[in-house]
């Protein structure tokens, strides 16, 4: 024999919640505050903390980095690599020094690692491409005059 339940006397209290769901949407639709923001023509603040594109610190033409292989150690993606050189008067540079950006988690390790602070990361964040990229020495050169 099929027994009938009633129904538990809660289950009319799911309307009141629904109604007073959608008023206080209805309320934030129409007197809330805006949080959007129209991106090309405004941009957000962020932190001088914030670590976006990388570049190479240079002094009278000439790269800082020593090819000293520290900021590839500590590096926890494994996304720099370095060919090290030897210039005329005996000091150490880059020959090859190269960024996968999708790999790079960002972290700041190299940036803290490196003792002639020689990479850095700005606070630039529209690193968006079409193709895959890898930042070679030329290009991270050329960054720094977009900090």
Do not use: W
């Not at 805006?34 to 670590?51: A, G, L, M, N, W």
């Not at 003792?115 to 690193?127: F, G, V």
């Amino acid at each position: 024999m099929l027994v009938k339940r009633k129904a538990p006397l809660l289950s009319g209290i799911y309307v009141t919640d629904i109604i007073s769901g959608m008023a206080k949407t209805i309320y934030q639709f129409f007197f809330g505050r805006r949080v959007t923001v129209q991106y090309p023509e405004e941009r957000r603040q962020y932190s001088d903390r914030f670590r976006g594109m990388h570049y190479i610190k240079a002094t009278n033409g000439v790269e800082n980095c020593t090819a000293c292989m520290l900021c590839p150690t500590v590096c926890p993606a494994e996304c720099i690599h370095i060919e090290a050189g030897e210039r005329p008067d005996k000091e150490k540079y880059p020959i090859k020094f190269e960024i996968d950006v999708l790999r790079c988690c960002f972290c700041g390790m190299c940036e803290e690692a490196c003792p002639k602070d020689a990479i850095k990361l700005s606070t630039i964040y529209e690193m968006s491409t079409e193709a895959r990229k890898v930042y070679d020495k030329d290009y991270l050169l050329e960054q720094r005059g977009h900090k």
